[in-house]
């Protein structure tokens, strides 16, 4: 009997399927050809063109492009100035990215404590800098640290904020200023979404609100952390207009001092084989950190 | 586990965006491609041109033009200047087939541009041709490329260098103007014990430097039609840079980058005394430093040797007719109206400090005129004569970006404490040549 009544179900599961395929299709449809052709299509555009050599014949001779397989990315294993450009963006998110998430929990904390007075001011105080454009932040701080254009001339000519040695940490400064807020509130929307019951639970086991911070909020937000963990370690893989306006205040910022910049650089040699080369070199390193770190850190905060 | 795909998907999206932004390839042609000389011929009925820009006021002179040839209208678009984002502009739509019909290329892009398959040769037009005479010699020598009846720009201004200074200080503190490159660096000790800079070297002016190479009677390329010659770390262009290396080492020169507010800081609070630049940068140090008008004036350069005289040539440009324009003839017109007419060439020069490429544009009368903001001095006088000793025989290469931003990034480096300018130019010779290489531009041994 029961046997019957499933298998009629599933009959009819599988009956009704059919009608509904055209109206998933027609749902999917306008994501499907934008995707495709804002994303599929310029990748693999992007692909083929790392795969261009140029050809010609004399000094002045018509550049012909044919298939040259993988030579490109043999120029971009041996670029001494894009792994070096690697390795200075994995410096600065390595220190810049912990300190940042540190902030923002730290403001998201504080601004979901019962303790803290004035929260909506606080709230928008700390996001406020998001809402400036990342160009403008930067050439707001460019001229704040600037050694005769600042307005603390007396700090600035004496601490290089923009010498060789401070630049990157004057750039992560830029970047902590502009996304701290934007972090804080998708933890502290997170830590709004945690039942109170759980809290009541804690206080009548007589946890202190140090100890419900600790041992519950941290916990139940760790999955914002990690989203926000993500974004900024594409984000700083991606560094491209802080060092671009800073070049317009120092002489510590090279043309290759990010890879993004490296390949903007190099696209307007114009060398665009390269250009598209050192772009999907980067966005495959992108991919893999950032998947590394999800399933590094999935296994503690989903289990 | 939902955030797990969206963040995965963000990951991927990301960068990947980018790298579909940054590919377009240079022009391989296409149907356009080839012009022979039936292209120079004129069109039926009115015709509507493209031109981009970055000299100030130009859109004035284009108004002038449109009134006298309703047939031939201009729409004019300005930008930034060349290697600050035009010439990207222009690569990016020539890949895609919408360049404008005529583009501002100063002769240090013209290879670049060449060797992209970016120019129409107007030299197949009579009247272009039969304007040879006008010009100065080597203006012609450097847009014809060194190809015989062959021309990609028609020339429009030269940059011909001498000194600018703060004649009132070095007056008040009694240091003399420098006429060699040793009283130079004297001078420079002097200045600075006086707590202010005599001069200040830019990392990215790699064009201002190549000047100074060039009036040292240095080249950094060389094209026999088979093969180039690069020549960056020539003995003439280390023994430049040796000298510069000395000054920045010694803290007598400073190193703001150019053009940007803290250079102009640098020259409107005196800190900086001096600059050798070009004919045109009158006007960069009238609008970047007005309060100090009437206190500059204008010497010639300092010499290598004891009573030479010599003159390095900093910038200067060409209006070139870009691949893909279907209106050769009527943008050839142009060019030459803007370029050799007196009218036109009175108001660029006024407007923009433009000194003109042709013999007869250096006797303009507003050539011969003091300038105001130099203390009433006849300054041109100081540069007509530095440009009948600009050498002829420098020539481009063809990848000049690179070059620039590879001698830039080296230059910079030196300057913040790590290698030397010599160095620098060893660095940027062997990547250069690489850069030649992985454009199949053949390079002699």
Redesign the interface.
């Known amino acids: 009997m029961s046997t019957t009544v499933l298998d009629v179900q599933a009959r009819n599961r599988a009956r009704i399927k059919v009608p509904h395929k055209k109206a998933i299709a027609i749902f999917v449809a306008p994501f499907a050809t934008l995707f495709t052709l804002f994303y599929l299509i310029p990748i693999g555009y992007a692909v083929w063109q790392s795969m261009l050599v140029i050809e010609r014949e004399g000094t002045y001779g018509e550049p012909r492009e044919v298939f040259g397989g993988l030579s490109q990315y043999a120029q971009v294993m041996d670029s001494g100035p894009f792994w070096e450009s690697v390795g200075r963006v994995l410096l600065f998110g390595v220190v810049q990215v912990p300190v940042m998430l540190g902030l923002a929990l730290l403001f998201a904390l504080l601004l979901d404590s019962p303790l803290v007075k004035g929260r909506r001011f606080f709230r928008l105080a700390f996001f406020a800098p998001y809402a400036v454009p990342g160009v403008i932040a930067a050439i707001m701080w460019g001229f704040l640290y600037s050694p005769n254009l600042s307005p603390f001339k007396p700090l600035t000519q004496e601490v290089g904020f923009l010498s060789a040695d401070l630049v990157l940490w004057s750039m992560a400064n830029v970047v902590t200023w502009v996304y701290v807020g934007y972090n804080m509130l998708i933890i502290y929307s997170s830590l709004l979404a945690i039942p109170t019951e759980i809290y009541e639970a804690a206080r009548l086991d007589g946890a202190s609100q140090a100890r419900i911070a600790w041992a519950i909020k941290i916990p139940l937000v760790m999955p914002a952390i990690i989203l926000t963990a993500i974004f900024s370690i594409i984000g700083t893989l991606q560094l491209l207009a802080e060092p671009q306006v800073f070049r317009t205040f120092t002489s510590a910022v090279s043309s290759t001092f990010t890879p993004n910049l490296l390949v903007y650089t190099t696209s307007s040699v114009p060398n665009v084989s390269l250009a598209a080369a050192y772009s999907v070199v980067l966005a495959l390193a992108t991919f893999i950190l950032s998947f590394t770190f999800l399933k590094v850190t999935q296994r503690k905060a989903f289990q | 586990?939902r955030?797990?795909t969206?963040?995965?998907s963000?990951?991927?999206?990301?960068?990947?965006?980018?790298?579909?932004?940054?590919?377009?390839?240079?022009?391989?042609?296409g149907e356009g491609?080839t012009t022979d000389a039936g292209a120079c011929e004129p069109s039926d009925g009115a015709v509507e041109l493209e031109f981009t820009s970055w000299i100030p006021g130009i859109e004035g002179v284009v108004d002038v033009w449109n009134e006298e040839n309703p047939d031939i209208q201009v729409s004019v678009q300005t930008g930034p200047n060349g290697n600050g984002g035009t010439?990207?502009n222009f690569?990016n739509q020539l890949e895609a087939g919408n360049a404008p019909d005529l583009g501002q290329i100063e002769y240090d892009a013209l290879p670049n541009f060449?060797?992209?398959?970016g120019l129409e040769n107007i030299g197949v037009c009579e009247d272009v041709a039969a304007a040879q005479d006008q010009f100065v010699d080597w203006t012609w020598a450097q847009a014809s490329?060194g190809e015989e009846g062959a021309l990609y720009g028609v020339p429009q201004d030269t940059g011909p260098m001498a000194m600018f200074y703060r004649s009132d200080l070095f007056e008040e503190n009694g240091i003399e103007v420098p006429t060699t490159w040793d009283e130079f660096a004297t001078a420079a000790e002097q200045v600075r014990e006086t707590g202010g800079y005599i001069t200040n070297f830019s990392?990215?002016d790699i064009n201002q430097f190549a000047g100074f190479v060039w009036q040292a009677n240095g080249s950094w390329f060389a094209?026999d039609?088979?093969?180039?010659t690069v020549d960056l770390d020539s003995p003439e262009s280390m023994e430049v840079a040796a000298y510069w290396d000395d000054l920045i080492e010694r803290d007598l020169v400073s190193?703001y980058?150019g053009w940007?507010?803290?250079w102009d800081?640098?020259y409107n609070?005196g800190e900086v005394w001096s600059w050798n630049s070009a004919v045109w940068g009158a006007n960069s140090i009238a609008t970047g430093a007005p309060d100090t008008a009437g206190s500059w004036s204008v010497a010639p350069s300092p010499q290598w040797g004891e009573g030479e005289q010599s003159a390095g040539n900093w910038g200067g440009s060409t209006i070139a007719v870009l691949k893909g324009s279907e209106h050769l003839y009527e943008a050839s017109q142009f060019a030459l109206w803007l370029n050799t007419s007196e009218e036109a060439l009175t108001m660029l020069n006024e407007e923009a400090n433009l000194y003109p490429a042709t013999t007869a544009g250096l006797e303009l009368p507003v050539l011969s005129e003091g300038v105001e903001f130099y203390g009433d001095q006849a300054i041109y006088d100081v540069f007509a004569e530095a440009s009948t000793q600009v050498s002829a025989d420098f020539v481009w290469g063809?990848?000049m970006?690179?070059v620039y931003?590879d001698v830039?990034?080296g230059?910079?480096?030196a300057?913040?404490?790590?290698g030397t300018l010599p160095e620098a130019l060893t660095a940027a010779e062997s990547s250069t040549v690489a850069?030649l290489e992985?454009?199949?531009?053949?390079v002699a041994e």
Do not use: H
């Open positions: 586990m955030i797990t969206r963040a995965v963000v990951a991927l999206l990301a960068p990947l965006a980018l790298a579909a932004c940054s590919s377009s390839d240079p022009g391989d042609g491609g010439y990207q690569f060449r060797v992209q398959d490329l990392q990215a094209n039609g088979e093969a180039w190193t980058p940007t507010t803290e800081n640098a609070s063809p990848t970006t690179q931003n830039s990034d230059f910079a480096g300057i913040s404490g790590s850069a992985a454009q199949a531009i053949p």
